[in-house]
């Protein structure tokens, strides 16, 4: 079965700072992963995704992540914060034969000025 | 494109009474999302079509829930009858599965308020 854990709630992070949002996975073969960003009173918006080779993806708003297949990781990075990255960070996973997404609990990115 | 479109985007009812969300996906895309997020149990995936037919709606909670799509560009989420805990914001999504760009779109949702 698939699953996506975010082990934290809530991550703060003073603005200028480096931010890290982490996300694992469980899937059976290869994954698709995602992040996606959701604004107050806003539907989900795509940051990025990795679906094979370079490990390290870049996305929207200077977004990256790196897929760490050992690790079953695929942790979300910014090398500077900003205050407008305050939203609730969702990472999700698809097995390559499936078509159903799996979503996970979301983290409250939280940046202070 | 003018994205997934939903309606409406605010609903206020009373207990008992019938809601029916709308749903307009992306043109061309083949695969279209139920989604329902509460503070309790984050998001849900309620049902999801794929060429207008129901795939998996194993999330959809109970016999009150329906949804349809009557053709690729239009779906429906009914709720007979409503009831106060299915106060929540609903998404609806769409994508394009059966290629790499298969991340989903979502909606602006619709926040329901159940009396």
Partial sequence: AQSVAQPEDQVNVAEGNPLTVKCTYSVSGNPYLFWYVQYPNRGLQFLLKYITGDNLVKGSYGFEAEFNKSQTSFHLKKPSALVSDSALYFCAVRAHSYDKVIFGPGTSLSVIP | ?115
């Avoid at chain 2, 494109?1 to 605010?10: L, Y």
């Avoid at chain 2, 969300?21 to 999801?48: A, D, V």
């Avoid at chain 2, 709606?57 to 989420?77: C, V, Y």
Wanted: charged share 20%; aromatic share 10%.
């Fill in chain 2, 1 to 115: 494109d003018a994205g997934v479109i939903q309606s409406p985007r605010h609903e206020v009812t009373e207990m008992g009474q019938e809601v029916t969300l709308r749903c307009k996906p992306i043109s061309g895309h083949n695969s279209l999302f139920w989604y329902r997020q509460t503070m309790m149990r984050g998001l849900e995936l309620l049902i999801y079509f794929n060429n207008n037919v129901p795939i998996d709606d194993s999330g959809m909670p109970e016999d009150r829930f329906s949804a349809k799509m009557p053709n690729a560009s239009f779906s429906t989420l009914k709720i007979q009858p409503s009831e106060p805990r299915d106060s929540a914001v609903y998404f609806c999504a769409s994508s394009l599965v059966g290629s790499l760009s298969n991340e989903q779109f979502f909606g602006p949702g619709t926040r329901l308020t159940v009396l």
